[in-house]
């Protein structure tokens, strides 16, 4: 049970990586106030904790950690 658990987590950890990667862009608040530092990597619609600044991009599922480890989405 324990190691089913730990291969999920795993699994969810890099597909967050690889989206990242793929679809994720620089806050650009981030860039302009904080040049120095390294900006905040933002998927689609996600919200920077630092600047609050939202990523205007459409929201897409298989953009998100989510989509990208293959788990549906369950829509009621």
Known sequence: MGSDYGDQCRELRDAKREARRLHGQPCPVCVEKLPRAHPSILLPQQVCKIHKHRDP????????????????????
């Open 57 to 76: 991009r459409p929201h897409d599922h298989a953009k998100t950690m989510w989509g990208i480890a293959g788990y549906e989405r369950n829509e009621k």
